[in-house]
């Protein structure tokens, strides 16, 4: 492949985008908008990057962002909100603890650790768990992460706010680090040095936000700290991902996930917090302190591992005025599909009077543009009755 130069040849008109913005903001104050807002986007993976060339080179990651973000900005005529998303896998923390990182050839396979570096308990104690920021940045993933911010920077100018990078939370890098069956075991019969544990690698997860949004410059040019694609509000710029806890209860949650999740929403804001699902600890995910400034305002989950407990988990934020963000992947649902099960969440957000909002990536090698017209106007549709259902 000839070498990548990468520009913006397209206009945003970016009146139109703080439109939208605002009535994301309005949703979120749980305040009337003409319609609920629709998560829904392009992906033009037309020069068929694989998922490693995309993690690993900032050139080729780049190009197919600018490609999504044309696309959609040509196709998509309301809601869409531009968005750059920088890659290299959710294993940095690892990384820089050690893990070394196993790539896949395929586009829809993410890269993982290779193995964990934590076999039994004794080894947590002897982890090197760096705090300063000239230690940190010349770790494992981290100069790849400040690379694609830079060259992201150098050629957007800013002009394009920009997700975070996956970075999940203190539960989600330890199951990586540490032998699967060590860490959950070790939840119940190593209490204290769990903790010990996590009390020091919760400082690194901070400290490694603080330096990657510090290099981006300004949060509120970014979507949120993390992967989600969603747009949040100013304030509520904080998340964090927790998948490891759809495997364990309310109390486990409470002791080893919610202290050092909260370092992260009170250094960032309370905003986004991500399990797939499913979600024993869902009554739980928001409420970090009294008054609503300590409470999680958004929800992100996988629709797929969600739906057999779509009741019971809506139930949990009934009254709650969340924000319930929910993933349409397309590896799950075709079209028809995404709008009927669209159609069904809304009935049901206005049952439990929650705003549920989509979040849908369309492949655009998959679909005329025509198409995917026809997929945002019937999702519009939808989200107009629905808004209008809903006692704001």
């Avoid at 490694?208 to 949040?232: C, H, R």
């Avoid at 019971?312 to 992947?329: D, H, V």
Wanted: proline residues 3%; charged residues 30%.
């Amino acid at each position: 492949m000839a070498e990548i130069k990468n520009i913006i040849d397209f206009e945003i008109n970016n009146i139109e985008i703080e439109k939208r913005k605002e009535r994301i903001r309005k949703i979120w104050r749980y305040e009337h908008a003409d319609h609920i807002p629709l998560g829904i986007y392009i992906v033009n993976n037309k020069e068929q990057f694989t998922r490693r060339e995309i993690e690993t080179e900032k050139e080729k990651n780049l190009r197919l962002d600018l490609n999504s973000v044309k696309k959609s900005l040509e196709v998509l005529y309301d809601d869409y909100i531009p968005f750059l998303k920088p890659e290299v896998g959710c294993a940095t923390i690892p990384t820089i603890l050690g893990c070394e990182v196993s790539y896949t050839e395929q586009f829809d396979n993410f890269s993982t650790v290779k193995k964990p570096i934590v076999n039994k308990i004794e080894d947590l104690e002897k982890l090197e768990i760096p705090l300063s920021k000239n230690e940190i940045i010349k770790k494992g993933l981290m100069p790849l992460n400040l690379e694609k911010i830079r060259y992201y920077q150098d050629i957007t100018k800013g002009s394009i706010d920009m997700t975070g990078f996956d970075m999940g939370g203190v539960m989600c890098g330890s199951v990586d680090i540490m032998d699967s069956n060590l860490f959950y075991i070790s939840l119940i019969t190593e209490k204290v040095r769990m903790l010990n544990y996590l009390e020091k690698i919760s400082n690194l997860y901070v400290k490694v936000q603080e330096i990657l949004t510090g290099e981006i410059g300004d949060l509120n040019k970014m979507m949120n700290i993390d992967w989600d694609t969603s747009w949040y509000p100013e304030g509520f710029k904080g998340y964090v991902s927790d998948d490891p806890c759809a495997n364990f209860g309310i109390e486990a949650f409470e002791t080893f996930s919610k202290p050092f999740n909260k370092k992260m929403y009170d250094r960032f804001g309370y905003g986004g917090f991500h399990n797939c699902g499913p979600h024993p600890c869902a009554s739980e995910y928001c409420n970090y302190g009294n008054g609503n400034n300590k409470r999680v305002k958004a929800i992100n989950c996988s629709l797929h591992f969600t739906y057999r407990e779509i009741n019971k988990f809506m139930s949990a934020f009934r009254g709650t005025k969340t924000i319930l963000y929910f993933l349409f992947e397309e590896e799950f649902y075709n079209s028809a599909e995404a709008v009927m099960l669209y159609k069904e969440i809304a009935e049901k957000g206005t049952e439990y009077n929650i705003v549920c909002i989509p979040s849908y990536s369309i492949d655009a090698n998959l679909y005329s543009d025509n198409d995917i017209e026809d997929i945002y106007d019937e999702f519009l549709d939808i989200s107009k009755e629905y808004a209008a259902s809903l006692k704001l």
